[in-house]
């Protein structure tokens, strides 16, 4: 491919020079909450080998990319994210194909220089920002990277408005179960901190019926909340003023939100509390400028989980990919 080489890029370790990263990440129109420096903090100290990367070009920044070493052998590979769900590039707005070119081609001469096997990077939906996710992964493609993972997300998209906005995606049936809980009195509630207590019980015991371990632990959770109050989210469906359904919502950008968890009660199943909570913080992100809500992966090319795919398609959702890229330095 002809484009000018990549020397005028220069690729160093993130320093102390933090406020740098956050002034930059503020202003880059794929910047994620997965991305801040804050967010990755809620993790043990001894857990990763963080190696976060500052791209310049004439001594300013131009590019940010967190992640790490995801081993201990004597040529480590570098991942992007490390310790959250996407990663990749952040850049600053008005990309352009040639760099984008070179901004990969100057992760791999840093990759080569530091001896690293390679590269992986997790690239979210490309609805987080279609300014820049054709062009990185072009770039990508171009510089040798392949596509080895693929995950199915559901989007749903947004539309500003007021109440009943998930009238415009949810099917019948699933919309009768909302006017239906609304009818009993049930009501949705958004809440930080103080409403963990109330959240980890429809946590636990959707955990426990399903046999494995949640991602984070509830002090990891606690901990999340009381660092980014603004970013990470509880919203309950509260019924006689007993939890019957629980999110935990990740503000990821200012357009897109991430149910990271949903969860209800077992012993209120046919309250349908978790379709209720959902309509709910539609209404609430529909009004507040959002454009998606992510519900996470429900499928992968290793698993195709039927029931997770047929519940969130049934509110709307339409599947998008979120991929892994991967590059050897050989």
């Known amino acids: 491919m002809d484009v000018k080489p990549a020397s005028a890029i220069t690729v160093e370790p993130l ?41 310049r070009r004439n001594g300013e920044p131009v590019a940010l990319l967190p992640g790490g070493l995801a081993s201990n052998a004597e040529r480590p590979m570098f991942s992007s994210p490390l310790g959250a769900s996407i ?13 984008a070119v070179n901004l990969v081609e100057a992760l791999q001469n840093y990759a080569r220089a530091q001896s690293w096997l390679g590269v992986e990077i997790t690239l979210p939906p490309r609805c987080y920002c279609l ?47 909302v006017r239906t809980a609304r009818r009993k009195g049930m009501v949705g509630i958004e809440a930080g901190v103080e409403g963990l207590s109330d959240f980890l019980k429809v946590f636990h015991g959707t955990y426990e019926r399903h046999g494995v371990a949640a991602t984070h632990t509830p002090e990891e959770i606690r901990d999340l909340l009381q660092r980014l109050p603004d970013r990470v989210r509880i919203n309950l469906a509260m019924l006689g003023g007993v939890p019957v359904a629980g999110l935990l919502v990740f503000r990821l950008s200012a357009t897109v939100a991430n149910t990271f968890y949903i969860c209800s009660s077992i012993e209120h199943a046919s309250e349908h509390g978790a379709a209720f909570i959902i309509a ?49 330095a050989g």
């Open 15 to 55: 320093g102390a020079d933090e406020a740098m990263w956050e002034n930059f990440l503020a202003h880059a129109p794929n910047g994620t909450l997965f991305h801040d420096l804050r967010f990755l903090r809620y993790h043990p100290p001894d857990r990763f080998r963080f190696h976060h990367l500052v791209f």
């Open 87 to 99: 990663g990749g590039l952040a850049v600053n707005g008005g990309l352009r194909a040639e760099l």
């Open 131 to 177: 300014e820049t996710s054709g062009l990185i992964e072009f770039a990508l493609f171009c510089r040798g990277f392949r596509l080895t993972r693929r995950w199915l997300c559901p989007m749903l998209p947004l539309t500003r408005g007021g109440q009943n906005s998930y009238e415009r995606t949810f099917r019948r049936r699933q919309i009768a179960y």
């Open 280 to 328: 709910d913080l539609i209404d609430r992100l529909s009004q507040t400028g959002f454009r998606y809500l992510d519900f996470g992966p429900s499928a992968s090319d290793q698993n195709f989980n039927r029931g997770v795919t047929f519940f969130k398609e049934g509110l709307g959702a339409v599947g998008q990919c979120r991929d892994r890229w991967h590059w050897e």
